[in-house]
T-cell receptor
Framework: SQQGEEDPQALSIQEGENATMNCSYK?????LQWYRQNSGRGLVHLIL?????REKHSGRLRVTLDTSKKSSSLLITASRAADTASYFC????????????FGTGTQLKVEL | DAEITQSPRHKITETGRQVTLACHQT?????MFWYRQDLGHGLRLIHY???????NKGEVSDGYSVSRSNTEDLPLTLESAASSQTSVYFC????????????FGEGSRLTVL
């Protein structure tokens, strides 16, 4: 079963706009991670947020985590056409031994 | 540079044949994982290993097997391929830690006719 569910499934925005993707999960976690996948390629790690953290930044990325609601959001600011990709959240469940459970992903399209 | 490579990148086979997908990493990571990716399901864990001679079943392990004879390799074998195993397969590795990011290969697209 999927631990993480992303929302929306697809998102289309104009270059320069912000993109927000949400992830919900079901069990307690050690950390939550976001990955990016360009078409036909492998996944690439973007950012990790630990269960005791509420917000984290990396360049144009901002991730929030609300463990009481079992949800996370990924914000990409000032998006570029090169940000077009699928984005996945993944959870490392408590006691899970570093096995990540992935959501179904959000397809982001950034148009010029 | 360290990397993780999968082969073959594309394969077409027939129902009932045995297929092996190779995964080789030069990160010297103890943890290795196999996932399959299908539309509407995201990535699902097939098998994983925490070190040499260690293998474990994941969420969708039926019809698949792995072996870990060294740190670098975790081959995935489909003993008797079925059409339901048509998918894109990803190998990944991580360091031994509670907060490890995964490093992914480029994927192997398998079609079972």
């Amino acid at each position: 079963s999927q631990q993480g569910e992303e929302d929306p499934q697809a998102l289309s925005i104009q270059e320069g706009e912000n993109a927000t993707m949400n992830c919900s999960y079901k069990t307690s976690i050690n950390n939550l991670q976001w990955y990016r996948q360009n078409s036909g390629r492998g996944l690439v790690h973007l950012i990790l947020i630990r269960s005791n953290e509420r917000e984290k930044h990396s360049g144009r990325l901002r991730v929030t985590l609300d463990t009481s609601k079992k949800s996370s959001s990924l914000l990409i600011t000032a998006s570029r056409a090169a940000d077009t990709a699928s984005y996945f959240c993944a959870t490392d469940a408590t006691g899970g031994g570093n096995k990540l459970t992935f959501g179904t992903g959000t397809q982001l399209k950034v148009e010029l | 540079d360290a990397e993780i490579t999968q082969s073959p990148r594309h394969k077409i086979t027939e129902t009932g044949r045995q297929v092996t997908l190779a995964c080789h990493q030069t990160w010297n990571h103890n943890n290795m994982f196999w996932y399959r990716q299908d539309l509407g399901h995201g990535l699902r864990l097939i098998h994983y290993s925490y070190g040499v001679q260690d293998t474990n079943k994941g969420e969708v392990s039926d019809g698949y097997s792995v072996s870990r004879s060294n740190t670098e390799d975790l081959p995935l074998t489909l003993e008797s391929a079925a059409s339901s195993q048509t998918s894109v397969y990803f190998c990944a590795s991580s360091e031994t830690s509670a907060n490890g990011e995964l490093f992914f290969g480029e994927g192997s697209r398998l079609t079972v006719l």
